[in-house]
């Protein structure tokens, strides 16, 4: 039990250490974990995006306690939230101490100017690798499509366009869309 506490504290760590850019960014991280153990499924991240999306707190905090709670119980997910969350803490930590000098060094605006880049990067094949297990069935290395939720996908994004209907609250999105699942039982 120690043992995967521990791996599941430093699995987590590694994400919060290097997941900048906030939840989107923490994707491919958590993608990439689905491969390497069986603390939760592709499907499982799929239905949490969900869920994070419309409930409080950031997917991978979300992700984090679900992953630790599914695989040691409470103790699993308070292990593996600190995990993600203390990297963010020291880095904080540390920026407020230095937080004078931080803004205008011209190492750091260099850093992120590099790093901003690369984060949209790993955000659009995240979004992209969640379009596919959202859309798609993966059977034997092909893709059947899943033509009612491509067709609801399309709708909410050409509703979307429309000026006065993107301004709504993307709570009313997923209300509407969950509701449309419902009765048309996707």
């Known amino acids: 039990m120690i043992t995967q506490a521990l791996l599941l504290f430093w699995e987590f760590f590694k994400i919060g250490l290097f997941a900048v850019g906030g939840g989107p960014a923490t994707l491919p991280y958590l993608m990439e974990l689905t491969n390497r153990y069986d603390w939760y499924t592709m499907t499982d991240l799929t239905n949490m995006i969900a869920v994070s999306e419309s409930t409080p707190g950031p997917l991978g905090l979300n992700m984090s306690t679900y992953a630790g709670f599914k695989t040691l119980g409470l103790f699993g997910g308070v292990v593996s939230t600190a995990g993600l969350v203390v990297p963010s803490l020291i880095i904080i930590c540390l920026i407020a101490k230095f937080l004078d000098n931080f803004n205008e060094n011209k190492y750091v605006k260099g850093a992120f100017a590099g790093i901003r880049p690369a984060v949209a990067a790993i955000i659009t094949v995240s979004v992209l690798g969640v379009c596919r297990v959202s859309l798609f069935a993966e059977e034997a290395g092909t893709y059947t499509p899943f033509i009612k939720t491509i067709i609801l996908c399309a709708i909410v994004l050409a509703l979307l366009q429309v000026k006065k209907l993107s ?20």
């Open 167 to 186: 301004k709504f609250h993307p709570a009313f999105w997923l209300l509407f869309a969950a509701i449309i699942g419902i009765v048309f039982r996707f």
